[in-house]
Each structure stands twice: as C-alpha cells, then as structure tokens.
C-alpha cells in the first residue's frame, strides 16, 4: 500500500527545471532510498515531499489524502517525521532540551522524562545532554536531529543525507537504527549519496537524474544495472 | 504549576533566588511608609514603564522579534483610556477603560501581528515595519489639532494631547500616590510570574525554539506562525498596559509619548538589560528609569545623551546586555564557590571511609 505517492510533480526556478515530471510511490513498511549524482534533483524531490516548495505542476499524496497545499508543520502533524540535509537543531539550547521540544506534544510527564531518557542514551548524548546542541560535533548533530525526527514517532521517516560528516562508524550505526525502527513498522525515505550506507539500509531504490526517473526496483537489481553506473560512477568506471 | 517559576529560561532559581525576591518585594512593600508622597509617586511613574519592557523582552528576547513599534500599541491604549475614561463617565468605569483599552491594544497587535507574520516578514523588516507603523500614528495624532478631531466628548488636540480624563478610581477612591505605587507592584509581581512561567512552559519551549530555527520548528509539527502571534499580542498587550496607565497616571497623553525618541527607550532598556531574561529586564529597566528620571531634573538632553551611550556601550561591549552579564557572572562565581566548599567535604567524608574500612 502507498504511504507516500508523487504523481506527476515538476519544480522550475526561473528557467531552471530541478524536477520534471516524477511520480514516485513509497510503500508502507519499506526503507526506500533516492539516489542520483549531483544536481540530480534528490534534495529539491525531498523538499517538495516535506512542504518546503510548492510544486510548479503535479500532486503529493500522503496515506491516500492530497497534501500539495499543506504547509510543512500540517504534514508532519499527520505522521511524517523530517531530517533535514545539514544539522539543523535548536543550537542556542541545551540537548536535552531540544528532544524536548520534539517529544512535549506526545507525551508529559514521567512519560516524557522517561522518553527522553531512553532517546539519549540511544543515541549516545545522555552525558552530553546539558550542553549547548550547537556545541555537539557535526555527527553528534546530525544524531540529535534523527533523535528529534525520531521522537514524534512518526509514520514515514524523512532523512536527507542523514550520514553527512559521519565517520564510518558512525555511518553504520545510524543505518543499524534505521534499520531496527523499520523493523518496528516505520517507513523510511532516505536521500542518500554513500552507496555503503544505501546498500545497508535500502529495500527499494529510486534512481534521479537531471531531475526525471532514471531508474526504480530492488536494491539488487538497481545495483546491477550497467546504465545506473553509467550515471552515478561515470562511464570509465562502469565498465 | 509552580514549577514552572524555575525553569531553563530563567536565570534565577532555589531558594536564594526567591528568597531575594520576597526581601526585595518586602523592601518595595514598606518604601512608601518612609519615602514621601512626591518620591512614591514618581516612582509609581517609573514602574509604569517596567511592563512595556517586560513585553518588549518576550517579544525580542525570547521571540526573537525586534518590535521598534512598542510605543505604537502604548498609544493605542493610551489615548483608548483617554477616550473610553472620557465617554464612559469618569468614576469606577475607569477599570473597564483601562481593561478594554488593553484590549484594543492586543486587537490592533492581533492585525498587525497577523499581517506581518503571515506576510513572512521578519529579522530587520519586523522592525522596520513596527516603526514604521508608529511613526504614521504618531503623525496622524499629531494633526489632530482641530475641533473636528474628536471621538464623542474626547478631543484629540494635536501636539497638545488629549487630557481631562479621570484616573484610575473605585467609587469615590482616585488610584494615586501610594495606593498607584501598590497598584504598580501587585500588577509587577503578577505580570513577572506570569511571563517566568510562560517561558518555562511547553508554550515557551516553542517559542524559544522558534526564534532559534523557525524551520526546525515548523518540522516538528507546530505552526509557528501562532506562537508568534501568540508572543506578538502578548508583548504588544503589555505595552499596552503601560500607555493605560500612563494616561491615567497623568491624566494626559500626547503623540511624543508614541514618537521616534519614545520608541527607542525600551529597546535601550532591554538591550542593556538583556534581552534573554526576565529578571534582568525588569532590574534592569528599573535601575534605567531611576537613573533616566534623576538626570532629567537637571536635563533631558543629558540624559537622553546618556541612553544612546548605553546603547552603544551595550552593543559594543556587552551584546547580551550589562545586567545579565553581570548576573551570569554571579550565577557563576557562586557555583564555583559551593563546588570549593563541596570538595573538601567530599575529600573528608572520602578519607573517613576509608579509615573506617
């Protein structure tokens, strides 16, 4: 069954088409991944999806209901969850405090306190939990911002490059948690530039390029799809 | 509820923190017992303003809204008691002018809040447009001097200003002097555990977030643009307060109270203050007003001069404001003292176990 269903959907910035004509369904249940090279138009299709631009043509449904003209904040109330591109958390206020804000709409409380407990030490911030967010490293960030998209609990996951600056550690980490909260029923769209983490993480795989449907299917099969890495690797390293 | 009093918004928390506001409360309890009627009524003048600026400090401090336009929605109400005191008949109707002239205060900034938050406008255009919307009412008031400019029995007089309304009064009981000064307090300590706990709420946990990453906000499911409202009315609504009592103070008020130089003082006084913290503000803007209204017996032009120095000194060399650098520094110095006299005990209470085992 569609979660998430992008029917027809085009974006331009003056002259400039970033997206043409997608149509992109997001299974409930699934992590699926959208990769392409640069300037595919992955980041614009993500942004599209959440509420940040407005499409120039097309539909976005979500769990069968049209939400093309919801602002982002209404989208999420319905059960998405976002993670943007490059950290963006509360930096100016203590961690703790960040999930806070996340988790206050959901729960109170002993409930919250509790939350909020397990939602740090999960994500390996609880001694970290009185200082400052923007005081984190970068890959402390980009955890504690997973950890606020997290805490709504949501029904479809949103992370935009959600390894960025990650150490491989890290990175593998972060699709371990990915993986064991789809496991639970959550499902995850991830965009995505290192094919490692893809590989971890992806059920099924949407490939963008100069902002159309390149390709789509399994993870298997986009992997071994010669004209995929044409595209993404450049031809010497295709063949 | 009263947990809400301490929280991560405030500075200011415990016992001794509450202990010094109940001595401080205590001490502005009994003033009026040994200062004499002419000091407590000016300062009763001086706390008028303390509102304005407590707004100002959740709009800009905590809301991350830089209103210039604080003294518009003064005015506002200000000349909407003038004119409600007027033809409502004098008397104790002068409550419900005083209460519906905030109101009209909060209802003008519900409009205007709504326009310019709506509309997408913030930053440096907030406060463009805030002064912007003063300066055209300060104007407008302005060339009102003709007779033609009046609302029922209220004559708007221009320049002149409006006047001949009663203050404050309960039956036959005008609100002056020390019973003002009271009035002043009660409503002070009211409005400031008002605001400390809607900052330490879940409300002001968005708020502050709001100001910090509006995006972020919004990706957490609130529509931020209510909150900001909500903040907008609120922070106006006071401000508002103060021009209701200022008129009833003075039984007058005039477009220069809404003007340019008018506008800047609560940003001098929270800027210096410190913008981020409700305390701050309120000592700060206190200490400002006192010493503001004790250099204008002997020039207004000096102390004038005076506020634009502290403005500059404060955006120099304290961006966050003077008070609260000076109170995190204390904030700081006592934890690192009880840390000092926590160690040793610790080492004894360390070295007695041991002999013991």
């Known amino acids: 069954m569609a979660l998430v269903d992008v029917k027809g959907v085009s974006k331009r910035f003056g002259g400039l088409t970033a997206v043409s004509g997608v149509d992109l369904t997001v299974n409930a249940g699934e992590v699926h991944c959208l990769i392409g090279p640069n300037g595919a138009g992955k980041s614009t299709l993500f942004k599209l999806i959440v509420g940040l631009y407005p499409p120039t043509t097309g539909s976005i449904f979500f769990d069968s209901v049209d939400i093309t003209a919801e602002r982002p904040y209404a989208r999420v109330q319905r059960g998405m969850s976002i993670k943007m591109q490059a950290p963006s958390v509360f930096k100016e206020l203590p961690v703790r405090q960040n999930i806070q804000v996340a988790l206050q709409e959901r729960l109170s409380g002993a409930e919250r306190e509790a939350e909020e407990e397990r939602l740090l030490t999960l994500l390996n911030l609880a001694e970290d939990s009185s200082k400052l967010a923007g005081a984190l490293s970068h890959g402390q960030q980009q955890w504690l911002e997973i950890g606020m998209a997290l805490a709504l609990q949501p029904q479809l996951l949103l992370l935009d490059e959600p390894t960025a600056g990650m150490s491989p550690e890290e990175t593998h980490k972060t699709g371990e948690l990915i993986k064991s909260f789809n496991a639970g029923g959550m499902t995850v769209l991830v965009v995505e530039h290192d094919m490692a983490f893809v590989r971890q993480v992806a059920q099924r795989v949407t490939v963008l390029h100069l902002g159309k449907i390149f390709a789509r299917g399994s993870l298997q099969a986009i992997l071994e799809d010669e004209k995929v890495a044409e595209i993404y690797l450049g031809k010497t390293h295709a063949h | ?357």
Request: aromatic content about 14%.
């Open chain 2, 1 to 357: 509820m009263l947990k809400l009093l301490d929280g991560p918004q405030t500075l200011g928390r415990g016992r001794i923190f509450w202990s010094c506001f109940l001595a401080v409360l205590a001490c502005a309890l009994i003033y009026p017992l040994f200062a004499d009627s002419y000091d407590v009524g000016n300062f009763a003048y001086f706390l008028i303003w303390i509102f304005m600026a407590l707004g100002l400090c959740l709009m800009w401090g905590y809301g991350g809204m830089l209103s210039f336009g604080q003294t518009f929605f003064f005015g506002i109400a200000g000349y909407g008691y003038g004119v409600l005191a007027i033809n409502m008949g004098g008397g104790t109707t002068t409550i419900a002018a005083l209460v519906l002239s905030v109101v009209v205060a909060m209802i003008a900034a519900g409009i205007l809040g709504y326009f310019m938050i709506w509309g997408g406008i913030s930053g440096i255009f907030f406060g463009i447009v805030t002064l912007s919307t003063t300066l055209v009412l300060a104007f407008f008031l302005g060339q009102t001097a003709g007779p033609e400019w009046h609302i029922g029995a209220a004559r708007l007089n221009g320049f002149n200003g409006m006047k001949g309304m009663d203050p404050l009064t309960v039956g036959s009981f005008d609100i002056e002097g020390s019973a003002l000064y009271y009035l002043m307090i009660a409503l002070i300590v009211v409005v400031y555990i008002a605001l400390r706990m809607l900052v330490n709420s879940s409300v002001g946990n968005v708020i502050v977030a709001t100001r910090e990453n509006p995006q972020r906000a919004e990706m957490l499911g609130y529509d931020v643009r209510k909150y900001q409202l909500l903040t907008f009315v609120i922070g106006s609504g006071l401000a508002g307060l103060s021009g209701a009592l200022y008129t009833s103070w003075g039984q007058f008020i005039t477009p220069s109270s809404i003007g340019l130089p008018a506008a800047a003082m609560p940003i001098v006084w929270v800027a210096f203050s410190g913008r981020n913290d409700l305390t701050a503000t309120l000592v700060g803007s206190f200490l400002l007003l006192f010493g503001f209204q004790t250099i204008t017996v002997y020039s207004q032009q000096a102390a004038l001069v005076l506020m634009g120095v502290l403005l500059l000194a404060t955006v120099m060399l304290a961006p966050q404001g003077f008070v609260l650098g000076m109170g995190k520094l204390v904030v700081d110095w006592w934890s690192r003292r009880r840390r000092r006299d926590e160690a040793p005990a610790l080492a004894d209470t360390a070295r007695l176990q041991s002999d013991e085992t």
